[in-house]
């Protein structure tokens, strides 16, 4: 890509502030609970999709707190991180390099200039990173992932919300939720109901979109799916049903899950 080509704008780091991380940051309870050493749902399903064993070097793009670092030294890889804030970059040598651990490393760095040659790991995560760069930004951040992946090596991908959720599902919730009396929980704008999320949320994806960006960096054998965090509501039966409806039956299950996970290969 041309130097002229650059996006001209980023989200500024200094958004991303240990307040953000330890407080906002989906999976900030479970880390908070046990210093990392347990994952959310959608950390946990992402970390085992993308099949780690040991030896391998595994590179996390947007580390954040570390815990996905902490985790991928547990199943005997070498951890290597990048993130943009240094608060991320703090927290994440906090978390990942206990000691004097030769098997992890944390770099302030941006996604769009990995700092490691090319074909260097085996997997690559970018775990809910998307959903915070522009779209040029993205274009450069899955080109720079795959130019270090080593030939067969992995991509593993999550972000949230479904962008599709958001602009065809979320309208029809909320009016609902109205009806019930619940409006106050359900701003007009979804990112409201995260408020730091107005501010740093620029880019959601849908299954679709995510798969065809992948395709387009390069990749094959790229698959995307849909999942849906854990709701622990009270609710009766015809909720129940049509929950059930939404969520597990296509098409009503391409608008109404929330998290978007896609894979593919270099």
Not at 38 to 65: F, N, Q, T
Not at 131 to 142: K, R, S, T
Request: aromatic letters at 10%.
């Amino acid at each position: 890509m041309r130097l002229a080509d650059r996006p001209s704008s980023s989200v500024p780091s200094i958004l991303y502030d240990e307040q953000y991380f330890l407080h906002v940051c989906e999976g900030h309870q479970e880390f908070r609970s046990s210093e990392g050493e347990y994952l959310s749902k959608r950390l946990a399903e992402a970390l085992a999709v993308a099949g780690i064993a040991p030896g391998m070097r595994v590179l996390d793009v947007g580390c954040g707190r570390g815990e996905i670092l902490r985790n991928t030294i547990a199943l005997g890889a070498r951890a290597y991180g990048i993130d943009y804030a240094r608060a991320a970059v703090q927290l994440s040598r906090q978390v990942a390099l206990q000691g004097d651990d030769e098997r992890a490393g944390v770099y302030q760095a941006s996604a769009l200039h990995l700092p490691f040659q090319c074909d260097g790991f085996d997997r690559v995560l970018m775990l809910d990173i998307v959903e915070h760069l522009y779209p040029a930004e993205l274009g450069i951040a899955l080109h720079e992932a795959r130019r270090v992946l080593k030939p067969g090596g992995r991509i593993v991908v999550h972000t949230a919300p479904n962008v599709w959720y958001d602009r065809y599902a979320y309208p029809l919730v909320r009016l609902v939720r109205m009806a019930m009396g619940e409006g106050g929980r359900y701003p007009r704008n979804p990112r409201e109901i995260i408020p730091e999320n107005v501010h740093v949320h620029v880019n959601e994806q849908s299954a679709l979109s995510l798969w065809r960006g992948l395709r387009a960096s390069g990749f094959h054998s790229v698959r995307s799916w849909l999942s849906t965090p854990e709701q622990h509501r009270s609710e009766n039966a015809v909720f129940r049903v049509a929950r059930w409806l939404l969520f597990s039956v296509a098409p009503f299950s391409w608008f109404f899950e929330r998290e978007v996970f896609a894979v593919g290969q270099k």
